[in-house]
């Protein structure tokens, strides 16, 4: 199958074909999504809260998404490969935008994905302007958790939608090429999703975005996470403990490694 390029997921939107994207970190998941037709991997700084044990994407940094970007870039060849831009590396401009953005796409990112509204504008027109694709964040924006008082669903009132929805088209006249709709009732993703032409990608954000995206460790029932928007798909966690506990009781039974694991 060919190559996923940002015009496919313009198509599929226009085609009216739900399109998948998930995070990825490492070689081995990055490799059964791309066998399993994931379009878009998403080399987010979830990854610090998912892999590198920290409670908050605020303190993942550019070089843990380098890292994992390279990782993903490394393993597989069709998905679109979009990576976060970490806290800190944009807020303070343009300049301090493009320098990170491309660190990004020299390990192997596609487009790369910040979050923000109108605030962030001259940063997505400086990366367009550079050649690097962006895709927006909209709703709830985990980087800023703190300035919203933990994880809510975004633009509940009138007021809060409005400005919602004006944020979504600054970033689609700012060049954005699709956007990220986190937490937000799916009555206004819907009206975003018709609004925009670009694509539009869900989480939380009910069934009328043109893609889903899911942590993949949510969707796979490895994080044990149980958020309302979350279905798991599988139960990892279960599966690898079961496995673990076996492995340690056949060592413990002296039932592995038997001889067909042994050289003579
Ligand atoms: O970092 C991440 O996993 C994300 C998705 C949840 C959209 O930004
Ligand atoms: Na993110």
Redesign the pocket.
């Known amino acids: 199958p060919a190559k996923i390029r940002i015009r496919h997921l313009q198509d599929a939107m226009r085609a009216g074909r739900p399109f998948s994207m998930l995070?990825s970190y490492d070689q081995y998941s990055a490799q059964a999504f791309e066998r399993a037709g994931i379009e878009v991997l998403?080399v987010?700084?979830?990854a610090g809260t998912t892999v590198l044990g920290h409670d908050s994407?605020v303190h993942t940094t550019h070089e843990d998404i380098r890292v994992f970007t390279a990782a993903v870039a490394r393993s597989v060849t069709r998905p679109l490969i979009v990576a976060?831009l970490a806290f800190g590396t944009y807020q303070a401009g343009p300049s301090d935008a493009i320098r990170h953005g491309v660190d990004l796409v020299r390990a192997g990112a596609e487009a790369v994905?910040l979050e923000g509204g109108h605030e962030i504008v001259p940063q997505v027109t400086a990366l367009v302007q550079a050649g690097i694709p962006v895709m927006g964040?909209l709703g709830f924006t985990?980087q800023s958790v703190n300035a919203l008082s933990g994880h809510r669903v975004q633009g509940r009132d009138h007021q809060a939608a409005d400005r919602l929805a004006d944020d979504a088209l600054a970033l689609q006249e700012a060049g954005a090429f699709a956007l990220?709709l986190?937490l937000v009732p799916s009555s206004l993703a819907q009206r975003i999703t018709e609004v925009l032409s670009i694509p539009t990608i869900g989480?939380g954000a009910g069934p009328h975005c043109d893609g889903q995206?899911l942590?993949w460790q949510d969707m796979a029932g490895l994080s044990g996470f149980e958020g309302k928007f979350v279905r798991r798909f599988a139960h990892l966690r279960e599966e690898l403990e079961r496995a673990a506990r076996e492995y340690r009781g056949a060592v413990e039974g002296r039932e592995y490694p038997g001889p067909e694991h042994s050289f003579d």
Request: no cysteine; charged share 25%.
């Open positions: 995070t998403l987010g700084d979830s994407t976060d994905k964040h985990p990220v986190e989480i995206v942590v």
